[in-house]
């Protein structure tokens, strides 16, 4: 049978009949509503938020490569390698960082060609090393003027540990038939159009995240 309770809200009188199996749920229900708030059941759990910094590095097994006493139309080629020792795999690229020395390269044309290999795979290939600086050879490209680039590529996604074998090959044309007095001489002097003051070509080995240029 059911049962009549009086509840007081706001100084009135309720008259509140419930069956006697719902006595207690509702009852409860309707004083959480009168005190203005509902209760429910709740649950929790702790955790906490770490994390690593991963790294881009690399080490060479060599900083210094030389060509050796170069004749027109032999090639030579000087080879060396870079490691993984980051954390992550990364993209691995060379780059000429010296705009001078790069234009001394690419102010040769026909007269010298430039050979650039990763992993035993032809990277840059060219005959005509004209960056196009006062005169034309045709449009920069494997068909006309092929300048050395600034940055180039050599491996993408090298997993930490691999290494990376890149070389360099270059050689006079076999119609430069010029020579100092002496004989001998510097390797790829400039800068152009003055006294040279410096020789050779820098480069760096930058190691970048994948997909990331230098």
């Known amino acids: 049978m059911g049962k009549h309770f009086m509840l007081s809200r706001n100084n009135r009188r309720v008259r509140v009949a419930v069956g006697a199996g719902s006595l207690a749920l509702v009852a409860a229900g309707l004083i959480g509503s009168v005190n203005g708030s509902l209760a429910y059941f709740t649950d929790s759990q702790s955790g906490s938020l770490t994390g690593s910094v991963g790294s881009i590095k690399g080490a060479v097994s060599t900083s210094t490569l030389a060509f050796t006493n170069l004749l027109p139309g032999e090639v030579q080629t000087v080879d060396a390698y870079m490691r993984n020792t980051g954390l992550n795999n990364q993209d691995v690229w060379v780059v000429f960082d010296n705009a001078d020395a790069l234009h001394a390269l690419n102010d040769l ?4 060609e430039f ?10 290939d060219s005959a005509n090393l ?41 050689g006079y044309a076999s119609k430069l038939s010029t020579q100092s007095t002496e004989g001998g001489g510097v390797w790829n002097a400039y800068p152009v159009g003055g006294s040279p003051t410096a020789s050779g070509l820098p480069f760096k080995i930058v190691e970048t995240q994948v997909g990331q240029q230098p």
């Open 109 to 112: 044309g026909t007269y010298g």
């Open 130 to 170: 004209n960056d196009n600086q006062g005169n034309s050879c045709g449009p920069l490209s494997p068909a006309g003027c092929w300048p050395v680039p600034q940055k180039l590529k050599l491996a993408s996604n090298v997993v930490p540990g691999d290494t990376v074998t890149y070389s360099f090959g270059f």
């Open 115 to 124: 050979h650039i290999k990763a992993n035993g795979v032809a990277k840059f």
